[in-house]
Protein backbone atom coordinates (compact mmCIF):
# COMPACT_ATOMS: atom_id res chain seq x y z
CA UNK A 1 0.00 0.00 0.00
CA UNK A 2 1.20 3.23 -1.06
CA UNK A 3 1.03 6.38 1.96
CA UNK A 4 -0.91 9.24 1.35
CA UNK A 5 1.27 12.08 -0.13
CA UNK A 6 0.85 15.93 -1.76
CA UNK A 7 3.09 17.92 -3.69
CA UNK A 8 3.83 21.31 -2.61
CA UNK A 9 3.27 24.48 -4.78
CA UNK A 10 5.78 26.59 -5.32
CA UNK A 11 4.83 29.87 -4.71
CA UNK A 12 6.77 31.39 -7.38
CA UNK A 13 9.84 31.11 -9.51
CA UNK A 14 12.03 34.05 -11.24
CA UNK A 15 14.74 32.99 -13.55
CA UNK A 16 17.12 35.31 -15.95
CA UNK A 17 20.60 36.18 -15.77
CA UNK A 18 21.67 38.53 -13.04
CA UNK A 19 18.33 37.88 -11.22
CA UNK A 20 20.22 37.32 -8.02
CA UNK A 21 20.66 41.26 -8.11
CA UNK A 22 17.16 41.31 -7.27
CA UNK A 23 17.47 39.22 -4.16
CA UNK A 24 17.23 42.35 -1.88
CA UNK A 25 13.94 43.19 -3.57
CA UNK A 26 12.40 39.62 -2.86
CA UNK A 27 13.60 39.91 0.39
CA UNK A 28 12.58 43.04 1.67
CA UNK A 29 8.65 41.80 1.03
CA UNK A 30 9.38 39.70 4.33
CA UNK A 31 11.94 41.63 6.33
CA UNK A 32 15.05 42.63 7.10
CA UNK A 33 16.35 40.10 9.43
CA UNK A 34 18.21 37.04 7.88
CA UNK A 35 19.78 33.77 7.57
CA UNK A 36 22.22 33.85 4.58
CA UNK A 37 23.17 29.77 3.94
CA UNK A 38 26.17 28.79 1.48
CA UNK A 39 28.20 26.51 0.80
CA UNK A 40 32.13 27.13 1.33
CA UNK A 41 33.50 28.80 -1.70
CA UNK A 42 32.18 29.23 -5.23
CA UNK A 43 29.62 32.09 -4.28
CA UNK A 44 31.56 33.15 -1.22
CA UNK A 45 34.30 33.73 -3.95
CA UNK A 46 32.28 35.65 -6.16
CA UNK A 47 31.66 39.00 -7.75
CA UNK A 48 27.68 38.16 -7.28
CA UNK A 49 28.53 37.55 -3.60
CA UNK A 50 30.56 40.69 -2.87
CA UNK A 51 27.94 43.05 -4.83
CA UNK A 52 24.74 40.90 -3.31
CA UNK A 53 26.36 41.59 0.40
CA UNK A 54 26.84 45.22 -0.27
CA UNK A 55 23.59 45.17 -1.31
CA UNK A 56 21.65 43.96 1.47
CA UNK A 57 23.64 46.07 3.95
CA UNK A 58 23.31 49.32 1.99
CA UNK A 59 19.57 48.66 2.14
CA UNK A 60 19.49 48.07 5.98
CA UNK A 61 19.33 44.03 6.07
CA UNK A 62 21.13 42.62 9.31
CA UNK A 63 22.07 38.63 8.73
CA UNK A 64 23.58 36.07 10.23
CA UNK A 65 25.88 33.43 7.58
CA UNK A 66 26.31 29.69 7.81
CA UNK A 67 28.17 27.42 5.89
CA UNK A 68 27.34 23.78 4.81
CA UNK A 69 30.28 22.95 3.54
CA UNK A 70 29.02 19.81 2.16
CA UNK A 71 26.00 17.41 2.52
CA UNK A 72 24.08 18.89 5.57
CA UNK A 73 24.11 16.71 8.75
CA UNK A 74 21.08 16.83 11.60
CA UNK A 75 24.03 18.06 13.74
CA UNK A 76 25.11 21.13 11.29
CA UNK A 77 21.04 22.10 11.25
CA UNK A 78 20.67 21.92 14.95
CA UNK A 79 24.02 23.65 15.60
CA UNK A 80 22.73 26.62 12.85
CA UNK A 81 19.25 26.60 14.86
CA UNK A 82 20.56 26.62 18.24
CA UNK A 83 22.99 29.67 16.93
CA UNK A 84 20.16 32.00 16.61
CA UNK A 85 18.79 31.87 20.14
CA UNK A 86 15.15 33.24 19.75
CA UNK A 87 16.14 36.11 17.52
CA UNK A 88 13.75 37.33 15.46
CA UNK A 89 14.43 36.05 11.59
CA UNK A 90 11.92 37.02 8.91
CA UNK A 91 13.61 34.91 6.50
CA UNK A 92 16.02 32.21 5.15
CA UNK A 93 17.91 32.26 2.17
CA UNK A 94 19.91 29.24 0.83
CA UNK A 95 22.36 30.31 -2.21
CA UNK A 96 23.78 27.45 -3.58
CA UNK A 97 23.53 23.78 -4.60
CA UNK A 98 20.93 21.18 -3.34
CA UNK A 99 23.23 20.67 0.15
CA UNK A 100 22.71 24.28 0.31
CA UNK A 101 19.14 24.68 -0.31
CA UNK A 102 18.27 21.64 1.32
CA UNK A 103 20.22 22.85 4.49
CA UNK A 104 18.54 26.12 4.71
CA UNK A 105 14.98 24.69 4.20
CA UNK A 106 15.66 22.85 7.33
CA UNK A 107 16.68 25.78 9.06
CA UNK A 108 13.54 27.49 7.93
CA UNK A 109 11.55 24.93 8.96
CA UNK A 110 13.15 23.98 12.44
CA UNK A 111 13.67 28.02 13.89
CA UNK A 112 11.90 27.85 17.23
CA UNK A 113 11.33 24.36 17.80
CA UNK A 114 12.86 22.44 20.94
CA UNK A 115 13.15 19.21 19.27
CA UNK A 116 16.33 17.98 16.66
CA UNK A 117 15.87 18.19 13.06
CA UNK A 118 16.72 14.56 13.70
CA UNK A 119 13.14 13.89 15.08
CA UNK A 120 11.45 14.94 12.02
CA UNK A 121 13.67 12.97 9.29
CA UNK A 122 12.04 9.99 7.51
CA UNK A 123 12.36 6.88 8.60
CA UNK A 124 14.32 7.60 11.38
CA UNK A 125 11.85 10.39 12.78
CA UNK A 126 9.45 10.02 15.28
CA UNK A 127 7.15 12.76 14.79
CA UNK A 128 5.46 14.68 12.43
CA UNK A 129 7.06 18.53 11.81
CA UNK A 130 3.35 21.01 12.13
CA UNK A 131 4.46 22.59 9.14
CA UNK A 132 5.42 26.06 10.16
CA UNK A 133 8.32 27.86 9.13
CA UNK A 134 10.17 30.98 8.25
CA UNK A 135 9.78 32.34 4.70
CA UNK A 136 12.46 30.59 2.15
CA UNK A 137 14.46 31.88 -0.87
CA UNK A 138 15.91 29.09 -2.55
CA UNK A 139 18.92 30.91 -5.26
CA UNK A 140 20.76 27.59 -7.34
CA UNK A 141 23.73 27.60 -8.53
CA UNK A 142 24.16 24.64 -9.91
CA UNK A 143 21.13 22.90 -12.20
CA UNK A 144 20.10 19.64 -11.97
CA UNK A 145 19.04 18.71 -8.39
CA UNK A 146 15.70 20.27 -8.57
CA UNK A 147 16.32 21.19 -4.27
CA UNK A 148 14.68 24.66 -4.69
CA UNK A 149 11.73 22.96 -5.97
CA UNK A 150 10.94 20.09 -3.45
CA UNK A 151 8.80 20.38 -0.07
CA UNK A 152 9.66 21.50 2.60
CA UNK A 153 9.99 19.60 5.73
Same mark, same amino acid.
Given at each position: %??????????????? !??????????????? !??????????????????????? =???????????????? !?????? %?????????????????????????????????? %???????????????? +?? =??? !?????????? =???? +??????? %??
Amino acid at each position: %MVNSFQFARIPAIHF !GGGIIARLPAFASQF !GRRLIIVTGKGSFLNSQQAERLF =TDLKKDGFVWQHFIIP !GEPSPE %MIDQSVNAINDEKIDLVIGIGGGSVLDAGKAVSA %MLYKSDSVKEYLEVTG +TK =THP !GTKVPFIAVP =TTSG +TGSEATK %ML
